[in-house]
């Protein structure tokens, strides 16, 4: 039997480590896990008030970098510091940058795929901004590749679980999408 609890929320969330640079060209990530893809080419992410998100508003344009089981330190590390009080922050936790060729963002050298973002909207509501992004490019490393396509298995993104309060890694495939079902066809 099913039963009531205080608060239904969707979970998980993926882990994703957003890039930008600030007015003097400082680059700068966050660990957001209030995001995802919407329609075939676009992302959204809800932001409360961090410096990336003035860094959005500024510059328009991001990146996103799937969080990883072999960088998770690092990764909850940008989120639980704030570049407004640690500038070099991403020089602390070990990540070195290359600037996008597509978008005035940085791409995190150490995580293997990201996202190249160019905002379309930006909606304040409730103490959030919502940002939905046009996806304009992605950069995957060839090591986390299986014929030219990102092989979760290799990559092994971590996602957020609300309820435990803790990353987890993404698992193993359990049936063909579009196929697993036909049986009951």
């Known amino acids: ?13 993926p882990v994703l480590i957003i890039g930008t640079y600030d007015k ?10 209030w995001g995802g893809q919407v329609g075939s ?13 003035e860094n959005i508003k500024l510059n328009r344009e991001f990146t996103v970098a ?15 510091v704030s570049g407004s009080k640690v500038p070099d922050k991403l020089e602390k936790c070990g990540f070195t940058v290359t600037q996008s ?3 005035n963002a940085p791409v995190i050298d150490q995580l293997p795929v ?21 996806i304009v490019g992605m ?7 299986t014929d030219g396509k990102v092989d979760l298995g290799k990559l092994r993104p971590v996602i957020y679980d609300t309820a435990g309060k803790c990353y987890r890694v993404v698992g193993d495939s359990v049936g ?8 009951l066809l």
């Open 114 to 134: 990201t996202i190249e973002c160019r905002v379309v909207a930006l909606q304040e509501e409730f103490g959030e901004t919502r940002v939905v992004a046009e």
């Open 139 to 145: 950069k995957a490393d060839e090591e986390v590749l």
């Open 66 to 80: 799937f969080a990883t089981a072999d960088q998770v330190e690092a990764c909850d590390y940008v989120g639980l």
């Open 24 to 33: 003097d060209g400082t680059p700068n990530a966050m660990n957001a896990a």
């Open 41 to 53: 080419n676009q992302i959204s992410v809800s932001l409360s008030t961090h410096k990336t998100t």
């Open 101 to 103: 060729d597509r978008v």
């Open 176 to 183: 063909g999408a579009w196929n697993v079902g036909k049986k």
């Open 1 to 13: 039997m099913k039963k009531s609890i205080d608060r239904g929320i969707i979970t998980p969330h």
